[in-house]
C-alpha cells in the first residue's frame, strides 16, 4: 500500500502547463523534501527534482513545489518527450523508510 | 560520472532465494546510503532496502522478515537477498545511490535493472 497518493493520470498538448499531485501526511511529505522521477517506458527512473531543485541536465520547464502535506510537480510548456510515468518520493519517519506514491502516467495529446 | 551496474539471476522458483549485485563505478562509495527498490510488471516502485558502506541499514517494515542486504567497500558494490521468494516478487528489480540534500534523502543515480522472475 503506497503511502502518497498520485493522480493515475494526467493529460495535455505540447506547450501546455501541468501540475501533478503527491499527497501524503505530517509524517514524511510534512517533514521532508519530495523527489519526483520520471520512467519512460518502462525504462530506469531518472530524477527530475529533488526538493524545489533541477538536477543537471533537467529541462527548467520542469518544477517543483510543497504545500503542507501535498507536494506538486509542474511541467510548464509540456514536450512530446515528457509522456511517462512519474512518481513522487520521500521518506517516512514514522516507518523509517522510503516511500513512492502511486504514479501519474503523463500523456501528451 | 556515477554508474551502478547490477546483476543476478532472472529466473527463480518458489522458496528459492533472490540475489542480486550492484557495483558502483566513478564517485565516492563512502558517505552514501545504496539502496534497492523493485517494481512489479505494471505497478509502482516499492522501496526493498538500503545500506551504507560502515554497514548501517534501513529496511522496507513488509519486507524485512526476507531481506538481507550486505556491502563489500572495498569493491565498492552491495548485494541483496530476499528468501523464500513467490511469484508476487517477480519484478524489475534496480540498484539506486540515496544521496541527502537538506537531510531529505532522495535517489540520484539508478542502476538499469534486473527482471526477475519468479515461476514453477
Known amino acids: 500500500q503506497s503511502a502518497l497518493t498520485q493522480e493515475a493520470s494526467v493529460s495535455g498538448t505540447v506547450g501546455q502547463k501541468v501540475t501533478l499531485s503527491c499527497t501524503g501526511n505530517t509524517n514524511n511529505i510534512g517533514t521532508y523534501a519530495v523527489a519526483w522521477y520520471q520512467q519512460i517506458s518502462h525504462g530506469a527512473p531518472k530524477t527530475v527534482i529533488f526538493g524545489n531543485s533541477l538536477p543537471s541536465g533537467i529541462p527548467d520547464r520542469f518544477s517543483g513545489s510543497k504545500s503542507g502535506t501535498t507536494a506538486s510537480l509542474t511541467i510548464s510548456g509540456l514536450q512530446p518527450e515528457d509522456e511517462a510515468d512519474y512518481y513522487c518520493s520521500t521518506w517516512d519517519n514514522s516507518i523509517g523508510a522510503h516511500v513512492f506514491g502511486t504514479g501519474t502516467k503523463v500523456t501528451v495529446l | 560520472q556515477v554508474q551502478l551496474q547490477q546483476w543476478g539471476a532472472g529466473l527463480l522458483k518458489p522458496s528459492e532465494t533472490l540475489s542480486l549485485t550492484c557495483a558502483v563505478y566513478?564517485?565516492?562509495?563512502?558517505?552514501?546510503?545504496w539502496s534497492w527498490i523493485r517494481q512489479p510488471p505494471g505497478k509502482g516502485l516499492e522501496w526493498i532496502a538500503e545500506i551504507n558502506h560502515r554497514g548501517s541499514t534501513n529496511y522496507n517494515p513488509s519486507l524485512k522478515s526476507r531481506v538481507s542486504i550486505s556491502v563489500e567497500t572495498s569493491k565498492k558494490q552491495f548485494s541483496l537477498k530476499l528468501s523464500s521468494v513467490t511469484a508476487a516478487d517477480t519484478a524489475v528489480y534496480y540498484c539506486a545511490r540515496v544521496l541527502n540534500y537538506s537531510s531529505s534523502p532522495y535517489f540520484d543515480y539508478w542502476g538499469q535493472g534486473t527482471l526477475v522472475t519468479v515461476s514453477s
Open positions: 566513478g564517485g565516492s562509495f563512502n558517505g552514501y546510503y
